[in-house]
């Protein structure tokens, strides 16, 4: 996944969450501290909905 910082400076860090359902439960896939400009995050599962 990649999360675009847009002039959020104050935004640290990116928490992603995903589900295999539509409805969930949705848990937590990946966590990113800012690093530059686009920041990418590799979540351990597949997640249809995220």
Wanted: net charge negative.
């Amino acid at each position: 996944m990649y999360a675009n910082w847009n002039g959020a400076t104050d935004v640290e860090p990116w928490r992603f969450y995903g589900s295999t359902s539509e409805y969930g439960p949705f848990e937590g896939t990946a966590f990113a501290s800012k690093n530059g400009f686009e920041t990418r995050a590799m979540a351990p599962f597949f997640a249809d909905h995220a």
